[in-house]
């Protein structure tokens, strides 16, 4: 292990500052931690981590010093300028902005640009080894209202990567020895829930097994599913653990249904003049998918969220055109909560929508709702923060209103396999503490007996390696890992496929 001259270490302090606006880079910098690596490193060993330059915005000395800061109080920590000289590179990107500024007084007015300023955002990180294999990985987000961002975000970055080290990392993974001779094409189509992460995934898997092409239609669950049935693809793409099901009764045994991660819905709103979190009971959002809360000012919407000043604006509903399993998700909450919902819509991929108008994939849910003043719909979580677009907090079954995050996600999915054993297709309305309660899993639908011995071989592979190093990468999208205990399930269902 190569250890560092006198000369490439340096001890800093930068005083904080506020953000006034959105950041973007230039954070160089390299921490040397002792600690226990797993199946890596023995106890001893010390760790030398370098930090390169994040791709975000202005401000990078003040997240530079701050995460410093932060991981210096952890003990034995130094700071190097040479990449050369270190065993990990975190970096990552993303950006922060002003979603606008709140005030205590009731007489300023509805855009006070001297009150404190509300924020949202993003920034992945990631630790990766020399060889540029990703060994964690992670999604902070601000919080929405404070006074110093940069002191937020990193005490975030600092906590997490701490507990990622301490934690320890598995042995770095090794290419996939070829399927056959030549070039294997793979081709799916389906959610777009999960793109983002199988754009990611697919490039990742390529670059180490050449030999291996995946080609991915993110054109919505209903029409990936029926790709595959009709023999298009090689794979599908669902949130709904129920799609052969819905589109294809009494074909169930011939496909196989794995689980890649898990993800959330969240609602989204275009409600000029408010900058806070608004909450969402299930009956709110039952009421207002039904038609019948019609106005944001409307009792329940006061009553659920009494510190904010909810205008008299027409609420226009927004839900999605094409069969989607992100629309599972999200009426499969509904009727878990409601029994009116329940028995008028139900949970479908394509249900008939009482009211609104409709988007194809989140894309154009999203467009719908960044056009109307006054407008909700919903996406996958990922998609929302990527794209600056405002989501409100659910309540959960502990009575709890809870935003999307990886740790309210991760919160849901330890209900996925319970204590006998079986695991859960869906962790929708999970109980527990901090569980945010519009969460999924999402899944690859593979034919359980694939005609051509090299695709076979080259699938099994591939799901090897996504249930496996590729769980690293997931976190940095803002999708959390399988939980080891669903992943322990999985390794039977890819054995089949071989």
Known sequence: ??????????????????????????????????????????????????????????????????????LRKLGSVQLALKESAADLVLGGGGEVWVRGYSTLNPRAPRYPRNGKPVYGGFLSVELRDKQGETLWSYLVTPNTATDDIYGNLSKQI????????????????????????????????????????????FANYHRTNPD??????????????????????????SDSPDAIHLLAPGQEDKFVLFPSAVGAVVPIMNLPGVSGDIDFTPAILVGIYLGKIKKWNDPALRAANPKLHLPDLDITVIHRRD????????????????????AKVGTGMNPAWPVGRSGVGNEGVATEVKEFGGAIGYVEFTYAVQNHLNFGKVRNQEGEFV?????SIAA??????????VMTASIVNAPGPGAYPISSFTWLVVPAHPAEPAKRRAMAAFLRWATGPGQRQAAALGYLALPKEVVAKVEADIARLE
């Open 158 to 201: 600092s906590k997490q990567v701490a507990k990622a080290v301490q934690q320890g990392f598995p042995k770095p993974s090794r290419p996939v020895a070829a399927p056959g001779h030549g070039t294997v094409e793979l081709k799916g189509a389906g959610a777009t829930f999960p793109y983002p992460l199988y754009t990611k995934w």
């Open 1 to 70: 292990m190569p250890t560092a001259s006198p000369n490439d270490t340096m001890t800093a302090r930068t005083p904080r500052r506020t953000l006034g606006r959105t950041l973007r880079p230039a954070l160089l910098f390299c921490i040397a931690l002792v600690c226990p690596l797993a199946e890596a490193q023995s106890p001893a060993t010390s760790t030398r981590l370098f930090v390169e330059p994040f791709t975000t915005r202005q401000g990078s000395e003040e997240l530079r010093s701050g995460v410093v800061a932060e």
């Open 323 to 342: 069969g989607s399993g992100t629309s599972y998700v999200w009426t499969d909450f509904l009727a878990q909560t409601s029994a009116e919902w329940k």
């Open 212 to 237: 291996v092409e995946l080609i991915y239609e993110p054109v919505g669950s209903e029409a990936g599913i029926r790709r595959l049935l009709a023999g298009e693809v090689d794979f599908g793409a």
């Open 412 to 421: 849901a999915a330890r209900r996925a396999v319970g204590p006998n054993g």
């Open 403 to 407: 935003g999307a995050s990886l740790d």
